[in-house]
């Protein structure tokens, strides 16, 4: 199984854009790239997703490495409630299945 | 919301006795999902469903039954509770249509089994 490493924590300051790296060597030419956002307390939510082209959408910005072993969740101007563990995972496009690793907690400072 | 239920949202039980947690949506999606998370984790895969009485074991589907008698309703049960099956239950739904689509999630199950 395709596996995605992150850091474990970020700090950034509010109002300011927030880079996340993602690394996913052993990315299959199938697989979507896939970022959640999870705060506490609740399930994951949705955020962005793509396979080979950088994607923009109301919430953030999918950059993708042109060898797709890596990617960049970029918000643009980060918030407080933009506090939460950002998971990047790979869906494998055998089976349909997200293989989560344990994510990055991101800290926003006031 | 998105159209999508978790009942109960939190159950204390003890352990050796049967446990279902349901899942409905209303959304009308094909797929749908039953994943842990345990403290300090990611999600993993229990069991999912890709339609009407279709189903498939997950990454840690030991413990786990599932199923699917509607398309708006996935049972997750555990057959006979253990202390290890301590976590939050969280359902997913997703639409897969030849395109990749995003995942929709419940606000999970709070489970302690003592």
């Known amino acids: 199984d395709a596996k995605t490493t992150q850091p474990n924590s970020m700090e950034s300051n509010e109002e300011e854009p927030v880079h996340l790296p993602c690394n996913h060597s052993?990315?299959?030419?199938?697989?979507?790239i896939h970022w959640y956002r999870q705060l506490p307390s609740q399930g994951p939510e949705y955020v962005i997703h793509?396979?080979?082209?950088?994607v923009n959408n109301r919430m953030a910005s999918l950059a993708i490495a042109e060898d797709r072993k890596s990617s960049t969740l970029i918000l643009h101007r980060a918030t407080l409630r933009d506090a939460a563990v950002y998971y990047c995972?790979?869906?494998?496009?055998?089976?349909?299945?997200?293989?989560w690793g344990a994510g990055t907690k991101l800290i926003i400072k006031p | 919301d998105a159209g999508i239920t978790q009942s109960p949202r939190h159950k204390v039980t003890e352990t050796g006795t049967p446990v279902t947690l349901r899942c409905h949506q209303t959304?009308?999606?094909?797929?749908m999902y039953w994943y842990r998370q345990d403290p300090g984790h990611g999600l993993r895969l229990i069991h999912y469903?890709?339609?009407?009485?279709?189903?498939d074991k997950g990454e840690v589907s030991d413990g786990y039954s599932v199923s699917r008698s509607k398309t708006e309703d996935f049972l997750l049960t555990l057959e006979s509770a253990t202390s290890s099956q301590t976590s939050v239950y969280f359902c997913?739904?997703?639409?897969?249509?030849?395109?990749?689509?995003?995942?929709?999630f419940g606000s999970g199950t709070r489970l302690t089994v003592v």
């Open positions: 052993t990315i299959s030419g199938t697989d979507y």
């Open positions: 995972i790979l869906r494998e496009d055998s089976n349909y299945q997200l293989i």
């Open positions: 959304e009308n999606h094909r797929y």
């Open positions: 469903s890709y339609g009407v009485k279709d189903t």
């Open positions: 793509g396979l080979t082209s950088n």
């Open positions: 997913a739904i997703s639409e897969l249509q030849g395109e990749d689509y995003g995942y929709t």
